[in-house]
């Protein structure tokens, strides 16, 4: 699986939009990229995935370049309980896929 | 209720003994791993199961054992040739046919004396 990587840490204002990076420039073509999150102390909880269109659901957006290199995790207003370590990883879509999870990227939301 | 037990959420042991941490899941799904994750650092994989009576090494299996004999089940034993057994222990399942949406339990902290 490819290896991503993404800033250590990042602060967001309450309300405003979080754009969370990541680089994996060694994607394959049958690689997806997946984001979980983990508030501390609980297990990691999935938010979104996708393969090269960019994908939106009730929790975020993700914008994946054309050239599949990098991707955006953005949170469109997020609040205090958006503070959280978030995992960007990149899996070959196969059921019962292993994970691999690097050391994410701390957001911290500020009131 | 659907979801992953794993219990007790503190445990405390002498060094020298095993503990086996348990994990239990009732969202008949097929996959189950284990995880590790030391203070500020992400999670390691130990084990994972993609099925009943099968299981596969994960990054750091030195010094832990499981057992997959129930779909429902898959307990990991931290034995004493585990070098530093104090972790924070999570234990996730997925299913089968779908995407790579792993669920997770509440995670055990063991810290052995």
């Known amino acids: 699986d490819a290896k991503t990587t993404q800033p250590p840490s990042m602060d967001c204002a309450e309300g405003r939009a979080a754009n969370l990076p990541c680089n994996h420039s060694?994607?394959?073509?049958?690689?997806?990229v997946y984001w979980y999150r983990q508030i501390h102390s609980q297990g990691p909880q999935y938010i979104i995935h996708?393969?090269?269109n960019n994908e939106t659901n009730e929790m975020a957006s993700l914008i994946i370049t054309e050239d599949r290199k990098s991707s955006t995790l953005i949170l469109p207003h997020a609040t205090l309980r958006d503070t959280a370590v978030y995992y960007c990883?990149?899996?070959?879509?196969?059921?019962?896929?292993?994970?691999?999870f690097g050391e994410g990227t701390q957001l911290t939301v500020n009131p | 209720d659907g979801g992953i037990t794993q219990s007790p959420k503190y445990l405390f042991r002498k060094e020298g003994q095993n503990v086996t941490l348990s994990c239990e899941q009732n969202l008949n799904h097929d996959a189950m791993y284990w995880y590790r994750q030391d203070p500020g650092q992400g999670l390691r994989l130990i084990y994972y199961?993609?099925?009943?009576?099968?299981?596969q090494k994960g990054d750091i299996a030195e010094g832990y054992s499981v057992s997959r004999e129930k779909k429902e089940s898959f307990p990991l034993t931290v034995t004493s040739a585990q070098k530093n057994p104090t972790a924070f222990y999570l234990c996730?399942?997925?299913?089968?046919?779908?995407?790579?949406?792993?669920?997770f339990g509440p995670g055990t902290r063991l810290t052995v004396l």
């Open positions: 996730a399942t997925m299913t089968s046919g779908g995407y790579n949406e792993q669920f």
């Open positions: 199961s993609q099925i009943v009576n099968d299981f």
């Open positions: 060694t994607i394959s073509g049958n690689e997806y």
């Open positions: 996708g393969l090269k």
């Open positions: 990883i990149v899996v070959v879509e196969t059921s019962g896929s292993r994970l691999t």
